[in-house]
């Protein structure tokens, strides 16, 4: 069957420190990999999108990687606030089923100063 | 629209009652997408649009869900004969297209007593 696995135990982490997310996946074949970020109450917020032929994305403190051979991505928070404490989902687009965004369950991080 | 709206924010109904949940996309954006997301739990695939097709309505957990979409934009997805199952938050995201970044709403909290 087709999963898409993030880390279900909350992530702690102190302030400054680097967050590493995963996300396995397995019977997938996806063309893109997205993170979001979630806080309570709200919706999903995009924060990056990485193709299937790129290895690695970085945007300001985040940074994400893609391994189709491995079938994971990281996602890092660098210098972690704080602020960014949330729910952060791995979402996949899939080559066979276009438009059906997959998410994850989601890896809860939280930053103590 | 700044953002995408859903309408109402909040819905208790009864058990049995048919239920109608409103989102409005962003201006433009060709792709919309139903999910829902229970207590703790990741969001879970209802049905994307492109236009006014529904290319996958994989998703819809049984007959008693439908939805549609009118004029590419406004899009409703109705709950006929709630069941206490149905309890969740019900979150719409729209995008420019289907393979990018989805905007999201801030989901309706659907209670069925």
């Known amino acids: 069957s087709q999963k898409i696995e993030q880390n279900s135990e909350a992530l702690n982490i102190q302030e400054g420190k680097t967050a590493t997310l995963t996300c396995n996946y397995t019977n997938y074949s996806p063309a893109y990999l997205q993170w979001y970020r979630q806080d309570p109450g709200r919706g999903p917020v995009f924060l990056l999108l990485?193709?299937?032929?790129?290895k690695e994305k970085r945007k300001e403190r985040l940074k994400v990687t893609f391994d189709t051979t491995l079938k994971q991505s990281l996602f890092h928070i660098t210098a972690s606030q704080p602020a960014d404490s949330a729910t952060y989902l791995c979402a996949l687009i899939l080559t066979d089923s276009w438009g059906k965004l997959q998410f994850g369950a989601g890896t809860q991080v939280v930053v103590t100063p | 629209g700044a953002g995408v709206s859903q309408s109402p924010s909040n819905k208790v109904t009864e058990k049995g009652k048919d239920v109608e949940l409103r989102c409005d996309p962003i201006s433009g954006h060709t792709a919309l997408y139903w999910y829902r997301q229970s207590l703790g739990q990741g969001l879970e695939f209802l049905i994307y649009?492109?236009?006014?097709?529904?290319?996958?309505k994989s998703g819809l957990p049984s007959d008693r869900f439908s939805a549609e979409r009118t004029g590419g934009s406004v899009s409703t997805l109705t709950i006929q004969r709630t069941q206490q199952e149905d309890s969740a938050v019900y979150l719409c995201?729209?995008?420019?297209?289907?393979?990018?970044?989805?905007?999201f709403g801030q989901g309706t909290r659907l209670t069925v007593v």
């Open positions: 995201a729209s995008s420019t297209d289907r393979e990018e970044k989805a905007f």
């Open positions: 990485i193709r299937e032929n790129e």
């Open positions: 649009f492109q236009g006014n097709s529904a290319p996958d």
